[in-house]
């Protein structure tokens, strides 16, 4: 089964980046899409990014567009997210999740413990 683990997290000034990384443990991630998502202390859970198996598709929130980059290395069974301009309305606990496709085909799951980004004023 698969089993992913998110990394990068941590506490940047508004303006600064970080970049997140999805890692696949005990199978690979090239069978799947990978999305973000990010939960905020009393906020409902929301789409981030998206990848799609092939990275030949990608889809942002409105919120994220022209900051956020995903991208995949399937030969390293990772993801990544690179989130430049960060605001602190991006804190938030940042999670990854699995699916057959971007479009809700599926529902996501194989969800990750997530990694805290914190961005201060």
């Known amino acids: 089964q698969l089993y992913l683990v998110e990394a990068g997290g941590g506490s940047v000034q508004s303006g600064g980046s970080l970049s997140l990384s999805c890692a696949a443990s005990?199978?690979?991630?090239?069978?799947?899409?990978i999305g973000w998502f990010r939960q905020a202390p009393g906020k409902e859970r929301e789409g981030v990014s998206c990848i799609s198996d092939n990275g030949g598709s990608t889809n942002y929130a409105d919120s994220v567009k022209g900051r956020f980059t995903i991208s995949r290395d399937n030969a390293k069974n990772t993801v990544h997210l690179r989130m430049n301009s960060l605001k602190p309305e991006d804190t938030a606990i940042y999670y990854c999740?699995?699916?057959?496709?971007?479009?809700?085909?599926?529902?996501?799951?194989?969800w990750g413990q997530g990694t805290q980004v914190t961005v201060t004023s």
């Open positions: 005990r199978s690979t991630l090239e069978y799947y899409a």
């Open positions: 999740a699995a699916a057959l496709d971007c479009a809700g085909s599926t529902p996501f799951g194989s």
